[in-house]
């Protein structure tokens, strides 16, 4: 298959595919599902063919298009256009079948893991975010109307979304309510035939508007008259672009009109748009489904799936920085070796010679290896509950229970540590770094806006401590401490792991009292103190995840280092997953005691502290 598309510009992506399958195979052994319902169509090679193709087609079709993405989008006569290279690699997308991997056979799909829809995804996303977030949001508003839609509607909808001809949307946003989503004023009236009209303005829409499919199908929060105040009042409508016919044609404009779209700090070839439902009165929409009311419990399985989704996103920028890094600091030489820092005329050595260059390339290896393993590991529960399916209850929710509690730390690590990553890879390239010749300073943009959409950072850390803990009567949690205990006592005499286990005991000691710690807050009704230290708490169970995941992994390239001789380009890979993991073990995981201390202290600066003593202006 030829991946040549018309304006392409270098390409600067890099993935580590022998880390892809170490992940699959080794870590989370994803054979043992592969071939067996319902992944029976699914084997080891097909896997090894789909990432070989699909890191094929992010070098070669979307890797080019990164940089030209930078320049944005633009409005013409009304509608927007896309970078130059977009609309060819949206037909290539499709024609690869890359973006139908995880749908249902029935819906044209195939069926696979997700675990490995999730190493998919780093990759076509790493490669070019922005351009990956129109595909990404029409494969969660799909799924949304396949799960919630009334008679005819998946039908309807879900074929011409999932073989891109039509794109996706989800509305929430509007100017007055960001985060709090019950004060939208987006207001829905049925009409005889059953059909509701539409009238509102919602804000930073991703993908709202572009010129890559001949339709999108915006999923709108809506208030219909009448309706309780708050987000119990709230309904979700399936609203095209342009109205649909009988047989299922895009037809004339539905009254959906594009304001304008955002100047960004990043991701700028996605298009983030201002859209106006019923400026004419003409805007007709469908209720999702056949009972009112349930749009904030419809609308939650998409902005579950984004969150992950944008936990890919963060792994897949922080990675493709963290790869520049390393071939950075491989080929450029500056300054002589520490050891012979005080001769002048010692030879010249590459930058990845010194210490504190090697620190920080280890740093962000055990880190984004270590995010990647907790990606893994939600998608490996889901790829269990869904192999399970009612065959054992009470395992199938063990599963979903886990995914559930991993999400936000998925969606508010993965974020937060990508930015974070990014400005390490720029430290990694000196000044080089800060200029647009190497892509470093584009992820970093691109990266920022992780932490924020999609449910800010400070909210999927009130959602970790204000529902996550106490789910299922705190099931949830006692399960992944348990499993996380047993790791602990099967590890904690390894010959070469037991310093770093121990670090991890005490981390979860940490996690565990913490949790007791809010617990005890909730039941004396001190609210207050909830949300000054959530978000620490939210990085705290990531670090405690992260480093035991990262252990787990070293533990088994340790066994499998010794069947490998030291020549062979996989005992190094080995070998480094050792010191990464012992890296997280010492410089990272004391931060869990650490920071548990500092919330158990419950200081309430934050909150004594008068408005005015902020500033003297």
Not at 60 to 75: A, F, H, K, Q, Y
Not at 165 to 171: E, L, R
Request: aromatic share 8%; proline share 4%.
């Amino acid at each position: 298959m030829c991946w040549v598309v018309a304006h392409a510009n270098i390409n600067r992506y890099k993935a580590d595919l022998r880390e892809t399958r170490f992940v699959l195979f080794e870590q989370f052994r994803a054979g043992e599902l592969l071939g067996k319902p319902p992944f029976e169509n699914w084997g080891v090679d097909e896997v090894n063919m789909v990432l070989d193709e699909v890191y094929r087609y992010a070098t070669e079709v979307s890797g080019p298009l990164n940089g030209i993405s930078d320049e944005g989008c633009r409005i013409v006569d009304g509608t927007v256009t896309t970078p130059p290279g977009f609309k060819e690699a949206w037909k290539k997308l499709y024609e690869s079948g890359f973006k139908s991997l995880s749908i249902e056979p029935e819906f044209g799909g195939q069926g696979a893991l997700a675990t490995v829809t999730a190493m998919v995804t780093e990759m076509t996303s790493g490669s070019c975010t922005a351009f990956d977030m129109y595909p990404g949001l029409t494969i969660g508003a799909a799924e949304l109307i396949a799960s919630f839609g009334g008679p005819g509607q998946a039908e309807r909808y879900c074929p011409k979304m999932h073989d891109g001809t039509w794109s996706g949307t989800m509305c929430i946003t509007e100017p007055h309510a960001g985060s709090d989503v019950g004060d939208s004023k987006t207001t829905a009236k049925q009409n005889d035939d059953g059909t509701y009209s539409i009238k509102g303005t919602k804000i930073f829409i991703s993908g709202g508007d572009h010129d890559l499919t001949e339709n999108i199908v915006h999923m709108v929060l809506a208030r219909i008259e009448g309706a309780p105040i708050g987000t119990k009042g709230l309904s979700l409508f399936i609203v095209p672009k342009r109205r649909i016919d009988e047989e299922g044609n895009s037809g004339d404009s539905n009254d959906v009109t594009t304001l304008g779209i955002e100047h960004k700090m990043g991701i700028n070839g996605s298009a983030t748009a201002q859209l106006s439902f019923g400026e004419n009165d003409g805007c007709i929409g469908e209720l999702c489904g056949t009972e009112p009311h349930r749009g904030m419990r419809q609308m939650f399985q998409m902005m579950n799936f984004a969150r992950i989704g944008v936990g890919i996103q963060g792994l897949a920028i922080a990675s493709a920085a963290y790869l520049s890094a390393v071939e950075y600091a491989k080929e450029r030489k500056q300054g002589a070796s520490v050891t012979n820092w005080k001769d002048p005329a010692a030879p010249r050595v590459p930058i990845i010679q010194h210490p504190n260059v090697r620190r920080m390339l280890l740093d962000m290896k055990a880190r984004v290896e270590g995010i990647r393993a907790l990606i893994v590991k939600g998608a490996w529960h889901r790829d269990h509950a869904v192999a399970i399916g009612d065959s054992d209850e009470k395992l199938r929710q063990y599963h979903e229970g886990q995914l559930e509690l991993m999400t936000p730390l998925i969606k508010a690590y993965s974020s937060d540590q990508a930015f974070s990553i990014c400005e390490t890879a720029i430290q990694v390239h000196g000044g080089v770094g800060y200029t647009a010749d190497f892509p470093v300073e584009q992820y970093c943009r691109d990266s920022k806006i992780f932490s924020i959409y999609e449910g800010t950072n400070g909210i999927q850390a009130l959602d970790l401590v204000g529902r996550k803990l106490g789910q299922a009567g705190g099931a949830n949690m006692q399960a992944f401490l348990g499993d996380v205990q047993k790791f602990i006592d099967e590890t904690k005499d390894h010959a070469d792991l037991g310093p770093a286990v121990a670090k991890l005991a005490a981390a979860h000691a940490a996690v565990a009292s913490t949790a007791m710690t809010f617990l005890t807050w909730f039941q004396e009704g001190k609210m207050d103190r909830v949300p000054l230290a959530a978000n620490r708490f939210l990085d705290m169970m990531s670090e405690f995840t992260v480093g035991w995941l990262l252990l787990d992994g070293a533990k088994i390239s340790i066994e499998k280092q010794k069947s490998v001789d030291k020549k062979d380009a996989d005992w190094a890979f080995y070998e480094g997953k050792k010191h990464a993991a012992c890296f997280f073990a010492s410089h990272v995981l004391p931060n869990v005691p650490s920071s548990a201390s500092v919330i158990a202290d419950a200081n309430s600066s934050a909150l004594e502290i008068p408005e005015a003593a902020f500033t003297t202006v």
